[in-house]
């Protein structure tokens, strides 16, 4: 049974930073690239951020420069530091097994002063 659990979320003011964490279990973690989505109420789930099973990374393009992706293979965790952060991040944010259909259950990131 793979299982993603999302944590990290939560309120915080523009210019702000946080972390988020997804830990992965069921699976052969080291093989596969993981990513980050996030889906604001009124849009469309859009592509944040993926990283390779050999370390190579790539963002959208509102994000660049602002977060960073990064992974832990030891204890099977994908990670999301978030910087500078701006009220249109606002979203759930999920983690994701790259090539494959499984899914977090999102946590959530509210930017507002």
């Known amino acids: 049974q793979v299982q993603l659990v999302e944590s990290g979320g939560g309120l915080v003011q523009p210019g702000g930073s946080l972390r988020l964490s997804c830990a992965v279990s069921?699976?052969?973690?080291?093989?596969?690239?993981m990513s980050w989505y996030r889906q604001a109420p009124e849009k469309q789930r859009e592509l944040v951020a993926t990283?390779?099973?050999?370390?190579?990374?790539n963002y959208a393009d509102s994000v660049k420069g602002r977060f960073t992706i990064s992974r832990t293979n030891a204890n099977n965790t994908v990670y999301l530091q978030m910087n500078s952060l701006k009220p249109e991040d606002t979203a759930v944010y999920f983690c994701?097994?790259?090539?494959?259909?499984?899914w977090g259950q999102g946590t959530q990131v509210t930017v507002s002063s």
């Open positions: 990283i390779t099973n050999g370390g190579s990374t």
């Open positions: 994701k097994v790259g090539g494959a259909n499984y």
């Open positions: 069921g699976m052969l973690f080291r093989l596969y690239s």
